[in-house]
């Protein structure tokens, strides 16, 4: 058999579509997506990203190293404890005036009542939470034996006869101190989850952006500023390696519900000041610009003082050396807030030090 050549006629091709087309499937509900990839029937995923925004010329990646560097000593310059260093700054009359409030030396006792307590709600069924506590080297013991010494005196804990006990623990910091940790483990499996909503990030960032004056308040021991609903003390109850069975009176660190509680009560006091002044938990940001003819200093001194008042009313604290006063630049949750934008933190981020 000889082969011939086959002359084709008639034959249309139609045009490759565009990438950008074949990438522009109909939408899939959630279900069917998962039922898909579990399936093995989605191959690939892809995120496509829209070209550089404007906004997006102030982060981080694209400031030169200098300039951050310059930008971090300007913030370190509005720590508390550098304002109270010069008596010309203009926050220093006001800091000074509120030393009640915002100091190194905080009062240790038990706080008012200010209508929200830690209120702890067990699953239907629940009996006891008990986990035996166990055996911690000596200079563990001493610093637990110190703090409850400590917390006993102020009136934020007392001897306990509670049928539940959690252990405590101890873990280093950052800096080498020791921090006390409650293994809640079991009352936190058996207590009810709180549906309290949190603070959304990207509001309280966009609230901020652009303005001129920011100042942080870093309130201290947060949650030991909140009383425990009476009936729920016993369910608080900690042991120690020295034999001791004590009871919180006051909200402690580690439980399940413990930060929406916190959240509620900040939220509460402090809402009729949102116009300028933010909550994220223990973090209070307060926020100003121009206003009325008066400089952006002028108005964010009347907003600091607003925010203070309610602060000394409700005997709520903050750490002189934590707070930051008037900056122009400030952090918040992982960004740094600014007139001009939003940024993202570089040391998060992962950009010093990536080449």
């Given at each position: 058999?000889?082969?011939?050549?086959?002359?084709?006629?008639?034959?249309?091709?139609?045009?490759?579509?565009?990438?950008?087309?074949?990438?522009?499937?109909?939408?899939?509900?959630?279900?069917d997506f998962l039922a898909d990839l579990k399936a093995g029937e989605i191959?690939?995923?892809?995120?496509?990203?829209?070209?550089?925004?404007?906004?997006?010329?102030?982060?981080?990646?694209?400031?030169?190293?200098?300039?951050?560097?310059?930008?971090?000593?300007?913030?370190?310059?509005?720590?508390?404890?550098?304002?109270?260093?010069?008596?010309?700054?203009?926050?220093?009359?006001?800091?000074?005036?509120?030393?009640?409030?915002?100091?190194?030396?905080?009062?240790?006792?038990?706080?008012?009542?200010?209508?929200?307590?830690?209120?702890?709600?067990?699953?239907?069924?629940?009996?006891?939470?008990?986990?035996?506590?166990?055996?911690?080297?000596?200079?563990?013991?001493?610093?637990?034996?110190?703090?409850?010494?400590?917390?006993?005196?102020?009136?934020?804990?007392?001897?306990?006869?509670?049928?539940?006990?959690?252990?405590?623990?101890?873990?280093?910091?950052?800096?080498?101190?020791?921090?006390?940790?409650?293994?809640?483990?079991?009352?936190?499996?058996?207590?009810?989850?709180?549906?309290?909503?949190?603070?959304?990030?990207?509001?309280?960032?966009?609230?901020?952006?652009?303005?001129e004056l920011n100042s942080a308040l870093d309130l201290v021991d947060g949650?030991?500023?909140?009383?425990?609903?009476?009936?729920?003390?016993?369910?608080?109850?900690?042991?120690?390696?020295?034999?001791?069975?004590?009871?919180?009176?006051?909200?402690?660190?580690?439980?399940?519900?413990?930060?929406?509680?916190?959240?509620?009560?900040?939220?509460?006091?402090?809402?009729?000041?949102?116009?300028?002044?933010?909550?994220?938990?223990?973090?209070?940001?307060?926020?100003?610009?121009?206003?009325?003819?008066?400089?952006?200093?002028?108005?964010?001194?009347?907003?600091?003082?607003?925010?203070?008042?309610?602060?000394?009313?409700?005997?709520?604290?903050?750490?002189?050396?934590?707070?930051?006063?008037?900056?122009?630049?400030?952090?918040?949750?992982?960004?740094?807030?600014?007139?001009i934008g939003v940024r993202a933190d570089p040391e998060k981020r992962g950009?010093?030090?990536?080449?």
């Amino acid at each position: 058999m000889t082969s011939r050549p086959v002359k084709a006629t008639g034959i249309h091709l139609e045009p490759l579509p565009k990438v950008s087309e074949l990438l522009n499937l109909e939408e899939m509900a959630v279900d069917d997506f998962l039922a898909d990839l579990k399936a093995g029937e989605i191959a690939e995923v892809m995120l496509l990203k829209p070209e550089t925004t404007p906004e997006e010329l102030n982060s981080s990646s694209v400031l030169d190293e200098d300039v951050l560097e310059e930008m971090k000593k300007r913030r370190e310059a509005r720590l508390g404890s550098e304002v109270l260093k010069n008596p010309k700054d203009p926050v220093y009359p006001l800091v000074k005036e509120f030393a009640d409030v915002v100091s190194k030396d905080l009062p240790s006792q038990l706080p008012p009542d200010r209508g929200v307590r830690h209120e702890i709600d067990l699953v239907p069924g629940t009996k006891y939470c008990v986990t035996r506590q166990w055996p911690l080297p000596r200079a563990q013991c001493e610093v637990i034996d110190a703090f409850f010494a400590a917390k006993a005196k102020a009136g934020m804990v007392r001897e306990s006869k509670s049928p539940h006990s959690t252990p405590t623990f101890c873990v280093r910091k950052p800096n080498g101190k020791w921090r006390l940790v409650h293994a809640y483990n079991k009352l936190i499996n058996a207590t009810v989850p709180a549906q309290t909503p949190i603070p959304r990030k990207d509001v309280l960032l966009n609230n901020m952006a652009g303005c001129e004056l920011n100042s942080a308040l870093d309130l201290v021991d947060g949650y030991y500023q909140i009383l425990m609903r009476e009936s729920n003390i016993p369910l608080t109850a900690v042991s120690t390696p020295s034999g001791m069975l004590w009871e919180w009176l006051v909200m402690p660190q580690g439980l399940s519900n413990a930060p929406a509680t916190f959240n509620r009560l900040v939220t509460q006091l402090f809402s009729p000041l949102r116009a300028y002044a933010q909550t994220y938990f223990d973090d209070i940001f307060v926020h100003s610009r121009v206003e009325d003819g008066k400089t952006a200093m002028e108005v964010h001194l009347g907003h600091l003082r607003r925010v203070l008042e309610v602060m000394r009313a409700n005997k709520l604290y903050a750490n002189t050396d934590k707070c930051v006063f008037a900056s122009p630049e400030i952090k918040v949750i992982g960004c740094f807030v600014s007139n001009i934008g939003v940024r993202a933190d570089p040391e998060k981020r992962g950009i010093r030090g990536s080449g």
